[in-house]
């Protein structure tokens, strides 16, 4: 048996690779020291992150994972902040399984050191400051206690659940950032 065998964690990576490519090339595009590649990295998020948070708290939470934490509230704050209303909602999202979900969830606070730099770099102070989001440290360390408990975690019979649902959270992240 592999690694990725036993461990929910590793087989999600590894069967998700391509998805993550492809919504970090995405958003990797955006400049994010700008206000309108802030504002559309904030609206793209929010969208996202509401819907499929949204379908999270429907669906039953295994006990032997950290319960998850909302992130949309920090973005729509940090939108607050810089006096832009969210974009329009995505329309509902099936989610099977929340813990393919919040592995691409948590997973995105580890890129957060290289946004913080491009918000820190910015020279709009608004930028700066609309960091509510980016710089949770509630976020941040929810995000290393669920990917530490993951890693212990085989997932059992919700594997093909759990990989469909990332699968979907990426999807809905690429379209988020798709829209006009």
Do not use: C
Request: glycine share 6%.
């Amino acid at each position: 048996m592999t690694e990725s065998t036993r461990n929910l964690r590793l087989y999600l990576r590894e069967h998700t690779a391509a998805d993550h490519a492809e919504t970090d090339a995405a958003f990797g595009s955006l400049d994010l020291g700008s206000r309108a590649g802030y504002v559309r990295f904030l609206r793209a998020h929010e969208a996202a992150l509401s819907a499929l948070e949204l379908a999270r708290g429907a669906l039953s939470w295994p006990q032997e994972l950290p319960a998850p934490i909302d992130a949309a509230p920090l973005v729509r704050k940090d939108l607050a902040a810089l006096d832009t209303q969210p974009s329009a909602a995505l329309a509902p999202v099936r989610i099977d399984d929340p813990v393919g979900l919040t592995y691409v969830l948590a997973g995105s606070r580890f890129g957060n050191k290289l946004i913080r730099k491009s918000l820190e770099r910015a020279e709009d102070s608004a930028v700066r400051a609309a960091s509510s989001y980016v710089g949770s440290e509630d976020l941040d360390a929810y995000g290393r206690a669920f990917f530490s408990q993951l890693a212990r975690f085989d997932g059992g019979d919700r594997r093909d659940a759990a990989l469909q649902s990332a699968h979907t959270a990426f999807r809905t992240f690429q379209e988020a950032f798709n829209r006009p």
